[in-house]
């Protein structure tokens, strides 16, 4: 039923997003100043067209929503970009908030401070229904990535956006375990394996609040993606839920054989403040097993916050991952610059090193990963053949933010 | 006063409280700066298996870290001089003349400090950008002070209590005009408050970062705004927020001392217009 | 004390420049906030009246939990500053050996951002932090500080950011009170408690009061400490907000949370004063 679901759906997106020249999503018009004509721009013509434009046009400001990607960044992929096509580009590490930044420019009528914005997936909706994404089909426009998955480049946590955010990091929740107690091999590899390790360990499952934290919330939605029943599974892709409707969806039967899963796991784990929280207690010690995120748990053991005996898995039941992507804003001034910064990032070069450093995964389908992939990388990662065939993608948003809060007033809150 | 007194066991007590209060959670914190992140620090280990100063040169060597001190300083000392000028006379008409809704007005220049920075910093995002004070230091300034004045004006307006009323009436009947009563009274017999609201302004000036961040990002980059990179809410890098945690004290208690050398010189000072 | 107009007149004149600063610049963004709050001009959504956010907010178990954990984070930390404070104040102005070093020293939780001393007590005081690896060997353990129920690592690291801040207040109010006026308690036969008790304490207590109600009010819009160290249920309106402002971006909640928090802050503020009002008419 789901892979079903994912294929029709995949088929509908690959036949609307033909590699043509541009033409503006959802729109008669693009909604971005342009000094070319965008509607001949094309990935034949990218590079020779935008070159001449962008080397007038001065320095790039790159927003940059996330907390871990900064040295990436910085230190290799900026220096690079700067050095094949003489450009210059200001890396500003601008949290989420930034998104309010840009809507407030955008409503005085002014100049987006920014010209190209990594933005959270979460934060997608609220930009583009303010208007502060540039309409362009970035999804088959990019020479870099002809070959994006055709979900990942359309749809973000269940809003689909049709191309204008480009898919730049991809990762997946997933479970970690410390091999120094738990060996390779007798990890909890389902549902109910994990329910069972748990009573048999008081205390040494950590499970991040999903109020709180992707990897908690990540496990509550895989906990509803395997158990739900089939009816209820029907709107879990729907992107037309609205947050009311996934409100009687969460307070209803649908949730019940989820929240008895919970129920039997609560009394034995130490629930956290974060994703962050989790992996702390599993670096002292005291948590063998832990809800984490495949690239987090990766970027902290690089960084010696985790020991390097811990290993990630995902379980059998299939577990949600999602990422985040690079939008160019409506108001930038700098459009050429911005666009090959985008193209720049989403190359074979740009995305096989953020894999390396990062454990950032790619929406790239015909990349090469295994030449990127040395052996001291791949142990650290969730192991190939699950990475293919466990990672599921995130519910829509209106049913996980509902399914939270239901989980919060059952679970959580005291009777 | 005369000789100092000593009083060993009280001295004793409060430095052994300090100790215990201070100096061990700053050696947990520089022992976490010198960790090698190849080795990592895991329990069971009291202390880092392995030390470097790594994590100290990649963070200096970083764009900017430097020059984020030095906006930080200039923005900080501004927005203390600004918080001071505007707070000096609402807190003296606030401790020693009829104000009518003088309760109301007391209540309400606390308000700022409970109203998170987020929806303060998010509604003049909006003004400011249509007055072209966004992404400017000016712009920063302004908004940072919002934070500040409260406690000038709570803490001015205590010390300013504090005066006898009789000094300033005498003053006035003597014929000194306000700027002379604020100069030469107010300010020296008021000056632990001056310096106490100032270290307040400054320190929280440097430590302020959703306002500083929606109106200055991406031009003005203070220390703050560019240690989020380390120390936002969701991930904290131990070692990264060690080493931001040191940077952002040495100025810190240079400025501490500084204030201490004033308050010593300007208490004198003060004593001696007392016995005038 | 001075009656005639021309003394409301200045007193007027006088007390506009930081009124009127904080009326133009913070007045207008709350105006915005409490419109806001009922749908109008939130960012983020189409701008039309309603009174959902505010239903949700006064009658959802959730919220009513927030508001009572946001007052107990701020009422705690508040009273343990205060016990500390008063006392090492006048300890600072008795004066001891190497006074002046301590009073240099004391003032440095003030620059250590929040967050991270909420990371030194997590790193400390956490389950398998230093402190349990040290006690562990030895037989002992800590009770559970971080996540705790209680939320005793939070008052903790809240108690620890305060003390300085409410002590370099009191202290300065010690400071104001002239020595001939407590030589004179002394020479009238007062002990030195007595006098410390009937001179000291009623002369600084606008700065005691300052210092109190400042602690409280920046307490319970705290967002860091609690958010890293505090219960995992209920959390606070602060971190409740930032939440659902970035994760779920509901500005007009958010905006009806921080209109909440301020006219709980202001309530608890009028109460106050209330209080030390009658207690100042009674001395």
Partial sequence: MFKLLVSTLALTLALTAGARAAEPVGAADFNVKSAIDLKALSPANFVETLLPVARGEGEVVFYDFTESFGPLFNEHLLPRFEKKYGLKVKHVQAGPQAVQQLIAAKMAGQASPADVYFIGNGNIRTANEAGIIANLPLNSLLPSAPDLDPLAATVARGYKHGGIVVPFHRNVTAIGYDTRYVKTGSEPKTLAELAAYAAANPKKVAFTNPARGGSGQGLLESAIVALATEPCKARLFDFTVTPEEAKVWAEGECMTPVLDWFKGIRPHVEITNGNTDTLTLIANGQAHVGTVWEDQTYDFSKRGLVPPTVRVRLLADGQVGDGDGIMIPAGTQKLASALLLTDFLLSDEAQLLKLELNGSRSARTKLDVAKALKPEVLEKLIPSEQYATLARPRIVATISSAATARFVAAILQLP | MSAHPTRPLLAFGLYAGLFAALAMPLAVAFLWS?????????????????????????????????????????????????????????????????VPGKRAIELFVLAPLIVPGLIVGVGLGLVFIRLGLAYSIIGV?????????????????????????????????????????????????AWPGFVAGGLLSFVSSFEEFEKTFIVGAPHIQTLTTMLWTYLGGRLIIFPNAAVVTFVLIVPAILVFFLAQAALRDERALAAGMGKL | MNRHPAGTIAGLLLVAPGVLYLVALFGLP??????????????????????????????????????????????????????????????????FAGRRLFSTLYKLPLVVPS?????????????????????????????????????????????????????????????????????????????????????????????????????????????????????????????????????????????????????????????????????????
């Fill in chain 2, 34 to 98: 010198l960790v090698v992140p190849k080795a990592g620090w895991f329990a069971p280990d009291i202390v880092p298996p392995s030390l470097s100063l790594d994590t100290w040169s990649t963070m200096l060597a970083g764009r900017g870290l430097i020059r984020g001190i030095g906006v930080s300083l200039v923005i900080s000392v501004l927005v203390t001089l600004l918080t001071t000028l505007l707070a000096l006379p609402t807190a003296y008409a606030l401790a020693k003349l009829p």
């Fill in chain 2, 141 to 189: 300034v302004l908004v940072q002070t919002i934070g500040t004045l409260p406690f000038m004006i709570r803490v001015l307006a205590a010390a300013i209590e504090a005066i006898p009323d009789d000094l300033v009436h005498a003053a006035r009947s003597l014929g000194a005009g306000p700027l002379d009563v604020a100069r030469r009274l107010i300010v020296p017999l």
């Fill in chain 3, 30 to 95: 709350l105006a915005m906030a409490v419109a806001a709050s009922f749908g109008i001009g939130a960012i983020g959504t189409r701008s039309a009246f309603t009174l959902n956010h505010w239903q949700a907010l006064l009658s959802e178990r959730l919220y009513r939990d927030a508001v009572a954990m946001s007052l107990y984070l701020a009422l705690l930390p508040t009273a343990l500053a205060l016990a500390v404070s008063v006392p090492l104040a006048v300890a600072l102005r008795a004066g």
């Fill in chain 3, 115 to 283: 967050i991270v001393a909420a990371f030194v007590v997590m790193t400390l005081f956490d389950r398998g932090g230093v402190i349990s690896r040290v006690l562990t060997p030895v037989g002992l353990s800590l009770p559970q500080l971080v996540r705790d129920p209680w939320a005793i690592g939070a008052i903790l690291a809240m108690t620890w950011k305060n003390v300085p801040f409410m002590t370099l207040i009191i202290a300065d109010g010690f400071a104001s009170v002239s020595d001939d006026l407590r030589h004179a308690a002394r020479t009238l036969g007062a002990g030195p408690f007595a006098a410390f008790i009937r001179v000291d304490l009623p002369l600084a207590l606008p700065a005691i009061s300052a210092a109190t109600i400042l602690v409280f009010v920046t307490s319970i819009a705290a967002f860091a400490i609690p958010s890293l160290l505090g219960p995992i249920h209920p959390q606070p309106l602060s971190t409740l907000m930032v939440e659902n402002a970035f994760e779920e971006n509901r500005w007009g909640l958010v905006s009806a949370m921080g209109t909440l928090l301020t006219a709980i802050a202001c309530a608890a503020l009028l109460a106050y004063d209330r209080l030390t009002r009658r207690r100042e008419a009674s001395t």
